[in-house]
Antibody, heavy 122, light 110 residues
Framework: QVQLQESGPGLVKPSQTLSLTCTVSGGSISSGDYYWSWIRQPPGKGLEWIGYIFSNGNTYYSPSLKSRVTMLVDTSKNQFSLKLSSVTAADTAVYYC??????????????WGQGTLVTVSS | QTVVTQEPSFSVSPGGTVTLTCGLSSGSVSTSYYPSWYQQTPGQAPRTLIYNTNTRSSGVPDRFSGSILGNKAALTITGAQADDESDYYCVLYMGSGICVFGTGTKVTVL
């Protein structure tokens, strides 16, 4: 059973960079069939796709966040990470790391982390 | 900017049927968008219900079904139960590696 676990600071100051790491267990991040994703949900609002990364480092980002997002993968640790720069209060959200299946004409999010709340405040 | 629209809310009686839809601000949804559906209860991570328009994820009861209705993707709950009371989100694959979540529908069972 694949499991994903987010980790990182729960509080970030405005204008700084939000950094989160997702640790994957029960499966290899190097599997060629999956993309590794970040999705967020502001309190009381809907879900927003941030982007995903393949094990070779190829990335796809949401156009609305692309200028501030960087995703990296560390296959030796079975981890991937998110950096979001120049944060404001609007970036306060629960951040989920999620596996995205992308092969044999299947395109969907199948395994979700439990989510971690990041608050942007001084 | 592509907007994926869903009804804000629906109410259904226990045992009743409700159909939620997922549309595009411009254009029609087809199977080529590989619509998927997710259920989320308060404080929990979403759960995958349907992918590739109409394939149920493992362990999902068959009272949940997906389809294309007209120019939208649809999720139908047949024989609604109390624990179906949740928020439901669709996702469309827009091509070129881009995914977009729908605005979400809150379903109340009463």
């Amino acid at each position: 059973q694949v499991q994903l676990q987010e980790s990182g600071p729960g509080l970030v100051k405005p204008s700084q960079t939000l950094s989160l790491t997702c640790t994957v267990s029960g499966g290899s991040i190097s599997s060629g069939d999956y993309y590794w994703s970040w999705i967020r949900q502001p309190p009381g609002k809907g879900l927003e796709w941030i982007g995903y990364i393949f094990s070779n480092g190829n990335t796809y980002y949401s156009p609305s966040l692309k200028s501030r997002v960087t995703m990296l993968v560390d296959t030796s640790k079975n981890q991937f990470s998110l950096k979001l720069s120049s944060v404001t209060a609007a970036d306060t959200a629960v951040y989920y790391c999620v596996r995205y299946e992308n092969h044999r004409s299947k395109y969907y999010f199948d395994y979700w982390g439990q989510g971690t709340l990041v608050t942007v405040s001084s | 900017q592509t907007v994926v629209t869903q009804e804000p809310s629906f109410s259904v009686s226990p045992g009743g049927t409700v159909t939620l839809t997922c549309g595009l601000s411009s254009g029609s949804v087809s199977t080529s968008y590989y619509p998927s559906w997710y259920q989320q209860t308060p404080g929990q991570a979403p759960r995958t219900l349907i992918y590739n328009t109409n394939t149920r994820s493992s362990g999902v009861p068959d009272r949940f079904s997906g389809s294309i209705l007209g120019n939208k993707a649809a999720l139908t709950i047949t024989g609604a139960q109390a624990d179906d009371e949740s928020d439901y989100y669709c996702v469309l694959y827009m091509g070129s590696g881009i995914c977009v979540f729908g605005t979400g529908t809150k379903v109340t069972v009463l």
